[in-house]
DNA sequence: AATCAAATATGATTGAAATCATATGTTACC
DNA sequence: GGTAACATATGATTTCAATCATATTTGATT
C-alpha cells in the first residue's frame, strides 16, 4: 500500500488518521511530526504568505503522499485540509530519520522515491507547454498517461474531459491512435 | 554555483563540458556516467517510446540540474540534446554514490534537495491549474515566482509575456498589486 | 556615440478550448 | 430491478488568451 521505501517502516512508525471534509491534518507553524500518505480522499495544502495571499502548493489524491519537506523542517509552512472525507497515513518523522541514518538501503529508497516524483512533475509540467489540444493528449497517451478514466488523464494534462474526448477522436481519425477491443487508446504502430 | 550538496564535491568529480547548439549530451543507451547542471544555454531531453513517439520530458535551463534519476539506473532513458550554445557541468555518478555512502550529511542533502523540487514543481503544476490568467499570475507574484523578467515568468506558469503584462496591468488597477520605484511589482498591503 | 538585442508595454484580431447542454452506456448498491 | 453516480460522447456557443503588430525603453557591445 504504502510506496517504497516507507513499506520497510514498522507499524508503530504509522499513525492511520480518519478525516472528515474540512478538517486539518496539520496547520502551519504546527511542530512537524511527519509526512503523509493519502489512502482515500483528497487534501489540500495552502499556504498564508507573508503579504496576506492564499496560496494553494498542492492538492494531494489518494496513493499521493505530501510534506515530505517537513523532515528538514521544524514546522509545517503550510495547512493541510481535507477537501473530501479522507484517510491519511502519518509516517513519524523520527523514524524515518533514524532509519535514514542506519539503513543505507532505506536512505537510498528515499532519494530514489524523490528523484522519480522530480522526474515525472518534470515531464508534467513540460506536457503542460503543448500548445494544442491534440499533440497533449497524443504526447500523453505516448508517455503512458492514459490509464485510469479521461476524466483524471484531463485533470492532469490541464484540459477539459470533453477537450480530451475531442482530441481521442480526431487523433484516431488522423490515424495517430487506435483505440482496442476494450476501449483503451494506444499509439497506432507505422 | 552548483547547488547543495553538489558543492561539496571536489574538482576531480566535475567535468565541464561546452555544447554548441544541436549537440548531444548523452545518448538514449548510454551507460550513466552522472547527472548534470546546466550553467548556461539551455538542454532538452527527450524519449523515444517504444511505439514510436518522441515525447519531450524535460526542459533543463540554466541553473537546474538534469538526469538525477540516472543515479539508480545502468543507462540513460533518453536524449540529452543543447538547444542553445551551453555549457555542462557532470558530476560523477561513482564520485556521488561513493559520497552518498560515506557522509550522511552529504546524503541528506541531496534528500532535501529533491524534497524542495518536489515541493516547487507541485506548487507549480497546481499554478498550471489555475484558469485565469490575472488570478494565475497574482498567485504567482504571491508566491515570490517574479524575480527575472516578466518573459521568465510567462513561460514559467504557461502564459505568453504579453498575457502576463496585462495581467500585471490589471491587478494593479484592481489595487492588488502595486508597483516599485525599481519597477518591481508586489502585494498591496490592505 | 552608435548599434543591436532584449524587455516592457498595448492595441487589434483570431482561434482554440472552456463552458453549457444533452444523451447514452456502464457499474454498483440497496 | 430501480436508481444513483460516473464515464463516455458530441453538438452549440462563448470567452479568454494566443497571435500579430508595433512602439518605446533599457542594457550591453563595439
Redesign the interface.
Known sequence: MLPEPFDLLNDSARKCMTLAKGDHVFHQGDQTRGLFFVASGAICLT?L?E???L?????AVAGSMFA??S??SDHYHCDAIAVAPSKVIRLSKSAILLR??ED?FF??G???L??????D??????L??VKTANERV??AV???RLRGSVTQLA?QI?LTKEACYRALKELTDQGLLSKTGRGEY??R??
Open positions: 499556504r504568505t503579504a496576506g495571499a496560496v494553494t502548493l498542492h492538492n515530505e519537506a523532515l528538514y535514514q541514518r543505507a536512505s537510498e528515499i532519494t530514489r524523490l528523484a522519480s516524483q522530480v522526474q512533475y518534470r515531464q508534467l509540467l513540460t503542460h507547454a497524443f504526447q505516448a508517455s503512458g485533470s490541464g494506444v499509439l504502430q507505422p
